[in-house]
């Protein structure tokens, strides 16, 4: 039996692998497609263009992460295991932290991340909108701690994920921390 492939994992994969040596400005969908022995066609029947493959990277490995908290494991220790994914790729995401503009690691960082608490904070609230307060306490939060994050990844993640999410949520703001310790 032939085992099937997730194309979009590989095409991934590839992205991954060249952003170790090569900058992702001088990466092409040619040399994505040549290491995963794949044709541009199939590339572009799952991708807009390369920066459409970094927002899926980005977003299938935070979702995943991000999926324990929903197996009951506590914030703090999605926010290591966030942390821990960051620095187990951190070639490749610091080579995406300097790509700027539309579809940039920090906008899909911080929409996802945004949006991912959000949802969490309405569910529990039994809400289809944010109050304010939340809504902005929220916003500050995330803007803040993906700016640290960032931070970090620049810096050589000196500091362990442990102590980066130890930071995270000491900082959370009172309007936002009741739903998520």
């Not at 970094?54 to 220790?77: G, H, P, Q």
């Not at 899909?108 to 959000?118: E, G, L, P």
Request: charged content about 20%.
């Amino acid at each position: 039996m032939i085992k099937s492939i997730n194309v979009k994992e590989l095409l991934a994969e590839g992205l991954i692998e060249m952003a170790r040596h090569k900058s992702i400005e001088k990466i092409t969908v040619t040399d994505i497609v040549e290491v995963c022995g794949t044709t541009r066609r199939t590339f572009y029947n799952h991708f807009i263009d390369k920066y459409d493959l970094i927002s899926w990277i980005y977003t299938s490995r935070v979702e995943m992460i991000l999926a324990c908290f929903n197996d009951s494991d506590s914030w703090k220790d999605c926010m290591i295991h966030t942390y821990q994914a960051l620095l187990d790729n951190r070639e490749f995401f610091e080579n995406v932290l300097n790509q700027e503009g539309q579809n940039s690691f920090y906008q899909q960082f911080s929409a996802h991340t945004y949006q991912y608490m959000r949802d969490m904070i309405l569910a529990e609230m039994k809400l289809n909108r944010l109050p304010e307060e939340i809504d902005y306490a929220l916003t500050a939060h995330v803007f803040g701690q993906v700016n640290c994050a960032m931070k970090w990844l620049r810096e050589g993640c000196i500091i362990s994920p442990v102590q980066m999410a130890t930071y995270n949520i000491a900082n959370m703001p009172a309007p936002v921390r009741q739903y998520f310790l």
